[in-house]
């Protein structure tokens, strides 16, 4: 099958609108998700809790990337239309994906620029938390945050 596409794809006009359209139909598609981790000077992880998350109301800034945008400003716009507050994007920490759902998640470490929250829709509070009281989050986010943790003792000796 792999031979008969390669020799498919080499006798179609060199066209990026056609290639790219067959590319597009034939490939998996997968929802790519902005994660931020805010960090205090004290370690102090930020949650927000989520008015439509039953299970799990607690968890990590957030949300989807739309077309054409930049990872890091989605995430920019995530937390400033779910919270009222400003962040800066510092440095990307990891890649990670979902057994359960086909999505990649992009998560940033961040610092906060502006902390005065506003409720919204889909939050209802924001909260600093010590890493070793941190609320039942969903276990995808807990992994995220047990790596912090174990990142943040390496920051803290540097």
Request: aromatic share 10%; glycine share 6%.
């Amino acid at each position: 099958m792999k031979s008969f596409l390669l020799k498919l794809w080499k006798a179609l006009p060199n066209s990026e609108i056609l290639r790219g359209s067959l590319v597009w139909l034939i490939t998996q598609k997968f929802l790519v998700g902005v994660v931020g981790v805010v960090l205090n000077d004290a370690g102090q992880i930020l949650l927000l809790q989520h008015t439509y998350r039953g299970k799990y109301p607690w968890g990590l800034p957030s949300g989807w990337l739309k077309r054409g945008e930049q990872p890091m400003d989605a995430l920019k716009r995530e937390m400033k239309e779910e919270t009222g507050m400003d962040i800066d994007v510092i440095k990307p920490l990891v890649v990670s994906g979902d057994d359960q759902w086909p999505r990649v998640d992009l998560i940033f470490l961040c610092s906060l620029v502006d902390g005065a929250f506003s409720a919204s829709e889909e939050v209802s509070s924001a909260r600093f938390f010590n890493m070793h009281e941190i609320p039942e989050v969903m276990p995808s986010q807990r992994k995220i945050i047990h790596q912090v943790q174990l990142q943040w003792q390496n920051w803290k000796m540097q």
